[in-house]
């Protein structure tokens, strides 16, 4: 039953949303760029590196990785999502493969990828740990797992949290930023609210579960919403901000 309301999690993208990731693909540097940096530092660039972008918000990496010289797999549960994805690859004219299968059950060979990146969407996924068990069993020797992602859905189930949440978008409202994002969680909310990471702190827990499942080296860098977010965008997520994580083999 979770698993089916999760992919629902998926499917329910208002139009507010998807301007909003439409945006993010477009803007010359404020996102894209930031995001070309963040991934060229963390994976290089001209290698030609078999990559998975797993179940990504929108094709914003798998555009960028690409573009970078590396060969690209976008993995999806959904095939309406994989779709969507395939019309965003062709439209910005680059070509990659697809492929589609759970988080936690790839169907790929041991140690047959060099990089597997996702952006908001480990925070979602029902069975979190076995994801990254399953991600270390395909990843290459020195292998790297490459997460972008946030505290989006703590708030449901730390009132606290909830109340802070609540005043940095309501000064994001007042500074002229539409908050597109609130009628996609109304939606989603009840679903959300018992997904499990929902009730851990992160990158914290992503950095045990990441050595639990026998990662050797693993960095965290916080805060990259000032990276890849603008103003008042970063007044709007100042709470939960955006975190990068990346876990080698």
């Not at 477009?26 to 760029?33: A, D, E, F, I, S």
């Not at 925070?123 to 740990?129: K, Q, R, S």
């Not at 805060?223 to 100042?238: A, H």
Request: aromatic share 10%; hydrophobic share 40%; net charge negative.
């Amino acid at each position: 039953m979770l698993e089916s309301s999760n992919e629902n999690l998926w499917s329910t993208q208002d139009e507010g949303y998807q301007d909003t990731k439409q945006k993010e693909m477009t803007l010359p540097y404020t996102r894209k760029g930031a995001w070309e940096s963040l991934l060229t530092k963390y994976v290089g660039c001209g290698e030609n590196l078999q990559i998975l972008d797993v179940e990504s918000d929108e094709a914003l990496l798998a555009i960028i990785l690409a573009g970078l010289n590396h060969s690209v797999t976008a993995v999806n549960r959904s095939q309406a999502m994989l779709d969507q994805t395939r019309l965003k690859i062709q439209a910005a004219g680059k070509s990659i493969d697809y492929l589609k299968a759970e988080a936690h059950a790839l169907a790929l060979p041991d140690e047959s990828v060099d990089v597997i990146v996702s952006k908001n969407a480990v925070g979602l996924f029902p069975n979190p740990t076995e994801v990254y068990k399953e991600w270390f069993r395909v990843l290459k020797p020195s292998g790297k797992a490459l997460v972008f992602d946030a505290n989006w859905y703590l708030r449901f189930n730390n009132p606290k949290f909830q109340l802070q949440c609540d005043k940095y978008r309501l000064l994001a409202v007042k500074k002229g930023y539409q908050d597109t994002l609130m009628s996609v969680e109304q939606v989603n909310d009840p679903v959300a609210a018992t997904i499990p990471l929902s009730f851990k702190r992160r990158p914290l827990w992503d950095h045990r579960a990441f050595r639990h499942c026998g990662f050797q080296q693993i960095e965290v860098e916080e805060n990259i919403y000032k990276l890849v977010l603008d103003d008042p965008e970063q007044t709007l997520y100042y709470s939960t901000p955006m975190f990068a994580i990346c876990a080698t083999k």
